[in-house]
């Protein structure tokens, strides 16, 4: 088992920063990627970023070049750095970690949701 604390979301203005951390625990030794998705009202939780145990990134076009996505393996913890934020960035993020299962499945673990508003 896998449990996934977020912290960092809040109210900013247009242009803005922040900075979303994920702390994971328990089985740690057994996550593979780790990633955050966001979901906005009335639409479908989305891929924002993700990143490999051994780093490499995936970014959705939508924040490429405003969002950096990084990871500290010692500590278990991901990390979202979001500037030049949007109101259309305004969401509920979940932090996930992907732990394979047997030779061909995947559990993915959610944490509880963070909420980044971007209003003036």
């Known amino acids: 088992q896998v449990q996934l604390v977020e912290s960092g979301g809040g109210l900013v203005q247009p242009g803005g920063s922040l900075r979303l951390s994920c702390a994971a625990s328990g089985s740690t030794f057994s996550i593979n990627d780790m990633g955050w998705y966001r979901q906005a009202p009335g639409k479908q939780r989305e891929l924002v970023a993700d990143i490999t145990s051994g780093g490499s990134t995936n970014y959705a076009d939508s924040v490429k070049g405003r969002f950096t996505i990084s990871r500290d393996n010692a500590k278990n913890t991901v990390y979202l750095q979001m500037n030049s934020l949007k109101s259309e960035d305004t969401a509920v993020y979940y932090c996930?970690?992907?732990?394979?299962?047997?030779?061909?499945?995947?559990?993915?673990?959610w944490g509880q949701g963070t909420q980044v508003t971007v209003s003036s």
């Open positions: 996930n970690a992907v732990v394979p299962v047997g030779p061909w499945g995947t559990t993915n673990y």
